[in-house]
């Protein structure tokens, strides 16, 4: 009499942390469902929908190294003072997908979308990723939350009031450059730094799932050793009751 076999699936790969995570936080990478969507997996993109809003599909990138690393920002003049940010390890090209922005799938409806400040809206202004709720009809807009868990696509700060790095985004021996330094209404931004990564949405090419990554959209690149800087939108800061000219002074 022969034992019988029982086939048991592999046990995956630990999970590696990135370079100078936060202990107090959860890696994660790949997209935590909320059990309170009652789904197990996100829902595959439609080839229409696809088509209609020219998604790419792209290999996801669930880690930013070789492109970026964490690290402790040090500039006392810097809004984040002390506190982490996403800086490249390498000279990154326009429209390079850096990292994807990793977390809890929630209902953007959800009350955490109100308090916690690491919300993005999956696939951006309701042209991506939805469910249908039990009655079949209803569609529930989804969102990812970063703030316990999620990867290094949560430290990217804003760019407001961020001095500028080491490296411009123009030419400084251009003559544009020296004509707009000379302008007394641009030198009280010409200090400041400018988004050099923004949010995009694509497809998967592993399983068709909508994901969002972080891409670079600066047109002259962004340098190795600047700081990866977003735009959270003036709606963030407002319902945050900051004072936006106050972050330029």
């Not at 790095?165 to 330094?181: C, G, I, L, T």
Request: aromatic letters at 8%.
């Amino acid at each position: 009499m022969t034992d019988d076999i029982v086939d048991t699936p592999p046990t995956p790969p630990p999970i590696i942390l990135p370079r100078n995570w936060p202990s107090n936080l959860t890696f994660a990478s790949e997209y935590v469902i909320s059990p309170d969507l009652g789904i197990e997996a996100l829902p595959p993109v439609s080839p229409d929908q696809q088509l209609k809003h020219k998604f790419p599909t792209l290999h996801p990138k669930p880690y930013a190294a070789p492109l970026a690393q964490i690290a402790q920002i040090i500039d006392p003049k810097h809004p984040a003072y002390t506190q982490s940010g996403l800086f490249s390890l390498r000279d990154i090209r326009c429209n390079t997908h850096i990292v994807d922005y990793i977390g809890l799938v929630i209902s953007a409806d959800s009350e955490v979308v109100q308090v916690s400040d690491y919300v993005l809206d999956f696939g951006g202004g309701g042209t991506g990723c939805s469910i249908l709720a039990e009655d079949g009809v209803t569609e529930i807009r989804l969102a990812v939350d970063g703030q316990t868990i999620g990867n290094e696509g949560r430290m990217v700060n804003d760019a407001r009031g961020v001095p500028c790095n080491a490296f411009e985004q123009f030419d400084r021996r251009s003559k544009k450059a020296v004509k707009k330094q000379q302008n007394p209404e641009f030198a009280h931004f010409s200090s400041k730094s400018k988004p050099n990564v923004e949010f995009r949405s694509y497809v998967s090419s592993k399983n068709g799932e909508m994901r969002m990554g972080l891409f670079c959209c600066s047109t002259s690149g962004i340098r190795a050793g600047q700081e990866l800087l977003i735009s959270y939108g003036k709606g963030y800061w407002l319902s945050r009751g900051v004072d936006l000219e106050e972050m330029y002074q």
